[in-house]
């Protein structure tokens, strides 16, 4: 088996084990079991738990904005349905089984305090994320302040959608920037 395709293991392993259970709460040695790596092999791909953690943060941003965007692209009709296809997204993401809320709200509250770069790529995803809904409620005509009115709203949704274990909070968001986005609209 080849580098990228072991390191692709572990991280897989890792992020199930980290998003399903806590990162404090896993250890290298569950993270070896669930990869089917050595612990030898697991600490020459990441030389520490907290290269691990950083690694995995940073692949779940790219996935998780990747998919995001992805969706946001299919949608045709004028900018503000791909304002609001960004909440449909997040209904279908709190849908899935075993969601957790957000991996970096969790990781942040976890070890935000005690580790930089926990901390650094939590906020580095919180402003990539803010910047991207920014960016499509500018498109769709609003001013500025309203972009990031939109991206508390999607903020607000995932975490009370990880308290309630329920979707709702996303088509309630979405019912709330449609009216901000209209409101912004108007003469």
Not at 33 to 55: M, N, P
Not at 56 to 71: E, I, K, P, V
């Amino acid at each position: 088996m080849d580098t990228e395709e072991t390191r692709a293991r572990v991280l897989d392993a890792a992020e199930e084990l980290f998003y399903g259970r806590g990162i404090q709460a896993v250890g290298m040695d569950a993270v070896r079991t669930a990869s089917g790596v050595t612990l030898r092999r697991l600490y020459q791909l990441f030389s520490s738990k907290g290269s691990l953690v950083e690694a995995y943060l940073l692949r779940r941003d790219a996935r998780w904005r990747g998919s995001l965007a992805a969706y946001v692209d299919g949608v045709d009709g004028p900018p503000r349905e791909r304002v609001l296809a960004v909440f449909d997204w997040l209904r279908g993401w709190f849908e899935e089984p075993g969601f957790r809320g957000c991996a970096f709200i969790n990781s942040f509250g976890e070890l935000g305090a005690t580790s930089p770069e926990v901390a650094e790529a939590a906020r580095r995803h919180k402003e990539e994320f803010r910047r991207y809904v920014t960016d499509l409620v500018a498109e769709a005509g609003a001013p500025a302040p309203a972009g990031a009115h939109v991206a508390l709203l999607a903020e607000g949704a995932m975490t009370t959608a990880a308290l309630t274990g329920s979707p709702t909070p996303a088509r309630e968001a979405r019912e709330a920037a449609a009216l901000l986005l209209d409101a912004s609209a108007r003469p």
